[in-house]
């Protein structure tokens, strides 16, 4: 497709349970990023990939989450024992390369609500 | 820590006002700064930027000059159109573009009336 897709667009899950969520970049783009926006808020950095690397997940919260992107191309974040805090829109976007005007394209999000 | 502050929404306008909406940062070091926008069921998307201090970043009829005096990067377009209502971001890249790890405000919602 044109655009960064991301799967499921809604995720309703219990506390406690483990979730998976895939994007699919833009084809071509090498960085790769997620995001958390809770409500109200500015999204906030999760992770980023260069390539295959996680060349900096300072943004995510705790040994919870997890992310991967294998072959360079899809990425998945994985949460375990989720949390009602966890609650909010993970959003995942491209680049073509890790910043110096090559600038993101965002997907529309998975929502995530941790009953 | 480095911080965006951006205004409080929603905004609403009525069609060809003048907009502004204010941006201010906290930064060490040189950031870049950006505004993000994001239209209805739509993703975010870059709207325009700035990489050093009294650049303008200009886009669409968007217009915003990087002050490093007052730490500011206020928005504004001279005349607003009903399809320019969208939630509108301002955030700034800690190491000067060279990721796009980026710090985002709060959000602004733009609400323009015919």
């Known amino acids: 497709g044109a655009g960064v897709s991301q799967t499921p667009s809604n995720k309703v899950t219990e506390k406690g349970k483990y979730v998976e969520l895939r994007c699919d970049p833009i084809s071509g783009h090498t960085a790769l990023y997620w995001y958390r926006q809770s409500l109200g808020q500015g999204p906030e950095f999760l992770i980023y990939f260069q390539g295959t690397g996680a060349a900096d997940d300072s943004g995510l919260p705790n040994d919870r989450f997890f992310a991967v992107r294998p072959e360079g191309s899809v990425s998945t974040l994985k949460i375990q024992r989720t949390e009602r805090g966890d609650s909010a829109v993970y959003l995942c976007a491209s680049s073509f390369d890790s910043g110096r005007g090559s600038p993101l394209h965002f997907g529309n999000g998975t929502r995530l609500t941790v009953t | 820590g480095n911080s965006v502050t951006q205004m409080e929404g929603p905004v609403t306008l009525s069609e060809e006002a003048f907009l502004t909406i204010n941006c201010t940062y906290t930064a060490t070091g040189y950031p870049s700064l950006f505004w993000y926008v994001q239209y209805p069921g739509e993703g975010l998307q870059l709207l325009l930027k700035?990489?050093?201090?009294?650049d303008k970043g200009s886009n669409k009829g968007f217009e915003a000059t990087y002050r490093k005096e007052t730490t500011s990067f206020h928005l504004e377009k001279g005349s607003v159109q009903v399809s320019d209502s969208a939630v509108y971001f301002c955030a700034l890249s800690e190491d000067g573009g060279a990721t796009n790890k980026l710090i985002f405000g709060t959000g602004t919602l733009l609400a323009v009336q015919p």
């Open positions: 700035a990489t050093k201090a009294d």
